[in-house]
């Protein structure tokens, strides 16, 4: 069992920037992908982000490229996402989400189903 607890949402000024950080407590947490989602008022889920167990590889979804940094510290437990330029549209509560390294693989980090763990999430209230 992983628990998962996203911090580091608020509200921030349209261009400004925050970093999330999803922090794990249960089994090592060294094993596990772990992807970022958001979902804004009244629609589905959506990727943001993920990171591969190592750290090695990381999957952006084109509309973060270039203002979105996903990073890990396995030794803390900790996935952090470093999100600049913020837009109003990215107003939504972000998640994060946590799978056996195994079950995470290629395009599998972008379905919300692949991911067995979800932290509550973190507010992110951007205004312009």
């Known amino acids: 069992q992983v628990q998962l607890v996203e911090s580091g949402g608020g509200l921030v000024q349209a261009g400004g920037s925050l970093r999330l950080s999803c922090a794990a407590s249960g089994r090592s947490f060294r094993s596990y992908g772990v992807g970022w989602f958001r979902q804004p008022p009244g629609q589905e889920r959506e990727f943001v982000v993920a990171?591969?167990?190592?750290?090695?590889?990381?999957y952006y979804a084109d509309f973060v490229k270039g203002r979105f940094t996903i990073s890990r510290d396995n030794a803390k437990n900790t996935v952090y996402l470093q999100m600049n330029s913020l837009k109003p549209e990215e107003t939504a509560v972000y998640y994060c989400?946590?799978?056996?390294?195994?079950?995470?693989?290629?395009?599998?980090?972008?379905?919300?189903?692949?991911?067995?763990?979800w932290g509550q999430g973190t507010q992110v209230t951007v205004f312009s």
């Open positions: 989400g946590a799978s056996p390294a195994p079950s995470l693989y290629g395009r599998n980090y972008y379905f919300p189903a692949k991911y067995n763990y």
């Open positions: 990171i591969s167990a190592s750290g090695g590889s990381t």
